[in-house]
């Protein structure tokens, strides 16, 4: 595997740094932190510019990049602010990548191009109040009822869920079988579903731009044609989706400590003590050395997680590695960075508290890392 970026990519990543410098101002990212509040219009000039859309085919009005350029993108916009950073990457969270595997022509032709101009958000709701990471089971039941299928249930942690358009929607579709999870199957909705009602999380501690919601779905009525996919195949159709958006969590974890080490580096360098600049202190130095080996580490594992997806080898071992190690550097390395900013940096306007407050989630979402060292010994068993 050769690591070396092309002229192309690396022209992706100065347009992306160039437009979230301009764009991510510093007054405005406190002001959407401290309001809890989607940048739609930041959403939108990023779609225009083609950052939300880099792994959509352009006959869908994507950019048809794979998902190391995609990565690329996140990385970038979460290093310059990891709240603006998530809530513009995840504008169209999941829903392009499960039409494009498993949807009709009429879904990706009526869903996708709308979510990759930026014309519309997209949220996928896996999780339920009750089982967390456990996908195995739902709750949220679909039953055939005529030529309709009628949904109950609610669903929790879902990004996006009070701004979203368009939903996918993993159900019990056969409650009958065993294990249970041969019997899910995936439903597409709009927010203008009847019996469909999303309510805004709110007073999370980080990535607050980026909203999450619960779902309710009382006697939902869809027709056949909003069928994802196969029927009771949506369990497998959600593992596999993960391979690819865990990688882009861990994108999410390298940015943020990227804009963590370049804030406390840059400080460490002009903030004087005793005399002369604390980045001459070891105690200092050497904190700072081992953040940027650190985030190197994550950024290798990322990337070959990234390469692997788009050279046809997904390989889950590799995914989950750089998603728990990445989210794993991602505290570390903003708390450090925290800690050389010293009191200032408990301050708001010093951003690296932020940028702490905001890391903690990709050790959470898409999957805990807990879930991934599950993920890695079952298949290291495998194989050795």
């Given at each position: 595997?050769?690591f070396?970026?092309?002229?192309?990519?690396?022209?992706?990543?100065?347009?992306?740094?160039?437009?979230?410098?301009?764009?991510?101002?510093?007054?405005?990212?406190?002001?959407?932190?401290?309001?809890?509040?989607?940048?739609?219009?930041?959403?939108?000039?990023?779609?225009?510019?083609?950052?939300?859309?880099?792994?959509?085919?352009?006959?869908?009005?994507?950019?048809?990049?794979?998902?190391?350029?995609?990565?690329?993108?996140?990385?970038?916009?979460?290093?310059?602010?990891?709240?603006?950073g998530?809530?513009?990457?995840?504008?169209?969270?999941?829903?392009?990548?499960?039409?494009?595997?498993?949807?009709?022509?009429?879904?990706?032709?009526?869903?996708?191009?709308?979510?990759?101009?930026?014309?519309?958000?997209?949220?996928?709701?896996?999780?339920?109040?009750?089982?967390?990471?456990?996908?195995?089971?739902?709750?949220?039941?679909?039953?055939?009822?005529?030529?309709?299928?009628?949904?109950?249930?609610?669903?929790?942690?879902?990004?996006?869920?009070p701004?979203?358009?368009?939903?996918?929607?993993?159900?019990?579709?056969?409650?009958?079988?065993?294990?249970?999870?041969?019997?899910?199957?995936?439903?597409?909705?709009?927010?203008?579903?009847?019996?469909?009602?999303?309510?805004?999380?709110?007073?999370?501690?980080?990535?607050?731009?980026?909203?999450?919601?619960?779902?309710?779905?009382?006697?939902?009525?869809?027709?056949?044609?909003?069928?994802?996919?196969?029927?009771?195949?949506?369990?497998?159709y959600t593992?596999?989706?993960?391979?690819?958006?865990r990688?882009?969590?861990?994108?999410?974890?390298?940015?943020?400590?990227?804009?963590?080490?370049?804030?406390a580096?840059?400080?460490?360098?002009?903030?004087?003590?005793?005399?002369?600049?604390?980045?001459?202190?070891?105690?200092?130095?050497?904190?700072l050395?081992?953040?940027?080996?650190?985030?190197?580490?994550?950024?290798?594992?990322?990337?070959?997680?990234?390469?692997?997806?788009?050279?046809?080898?997904?390989?889950?071992?590799?995914?989950?590695?750089?998603?728990?190690?990445?989210g794993?550097?991602?505290?570390?390395?903003?708390?450090?960075?925290?800690?050389?900013?010293?009191?200032?940096?408990?301050?708001?306007?010093?951003?690296?508290?932020?940028?702490?407050?905001?890391?903690?989630?990709?050790?959470?979402?898409?999957g805990?890392?807990?879930?991934?060292?599950?993920?890695?010994?079952?298949?290291?068993?495998?194989?050795?």
């Amino acid at each position: 595997m050769h690591f070396e970026l092309s002229e192309e990519q690396k022209e992706i990543k100065r347009a992306v740094k160039e437009f979230c410098e301009k764009e991510f101002t510093p007054e405005l990212v406190i002001d959407f932190d401290e309001k809890e509040k989607f940048p739609m219009e930041l959403y939108k000039k990023a779609a225009r510019l083609g950052f939300t859309s880099m792994r959509i085919p352009e006959e869908y009005d994507g950019q048809g990049y794979g998902l190391l350029e995609d990565s690329m993108v996140v990385e970038e916009m979460c290093r310059v602010d990891p709240g603006f950073g998530a809530a513009v990457s995840l504008g169209n969270l999941m829903v392009p990548d499960i039409l494009l595997k498993h949807g009709t022509e009429e879904q990706r032709k009526k869903y996708i191009p709308p979510l990759a101009k930026g014309d519309a958000i997209s949220a996928a709701a896996f999780s339920e109040p009750e089982h967390g990471s456990d996908i195995t089971r739902m709750d949220t039941t679909a039953v055939k009822s005529g030529d309709e299928w009628v949904i109950n249930g609610s669903k929790e942690f879902i990004t996006n869920a009070p701004v979203a358009d368009t939903f996918i929607v993993l159900c019990q579709t056969d409650p009958n079988v065993t294990p249970p999870h041969r019997g899910q199957s995936i439903f597409l909705m709009e927010k203008s579903t009847q019996g469909l009602e999303a309510t805004k999380l709110k007073r999370k501690r980080g990535i607050r731009p980026c909203i999450t919601g619960s779902l309710s779905l009382s006697d939902v009525k869809l027709p056949e044609k909003n069928v994802v996919g196969e029927l009771n195949k949506g369990f497998y159709y959600t593992l596999a989706l993960f391979d690819e958006t865990r990688i882009t969590v861990a994108a999410q974890a390298v940015g943020m400590s990227q804009g963590a080490f370049e804030r406390a580096f840059q400080y460490a360098k002009t903030r004087k003590q005793f005399g002369s600049p604390i980045i001459k202190f070891q105690g200092i130095s050497f904190k700072l050395a081992d953040m940027a080996i650190k985030i190197e580490a994550a950024r290798m594992l990322t990337y070959k997680a990234a390469w692997l997806f788009d050279q046809g080898r997904v390989d889950p071992v590799a995914t989950s590695m750089a998603k728990a190690f990445a989210g794993r550097v991602a505290m570390e390395v903003t708390d450090e960075a925290i800690q050389v900013y010293g009191g200032y940096g408990y301050l708001a306007d010093y951003h690296v508290e932020r940028f702490h407050r905001c890391a903690k989630i990709t050790e959470i979402y898409e999957g805990t890392s807990e879930m991934q060292k599950l993920t890695i010994i079952n298949r290291l068993m495998k194989r050795m």
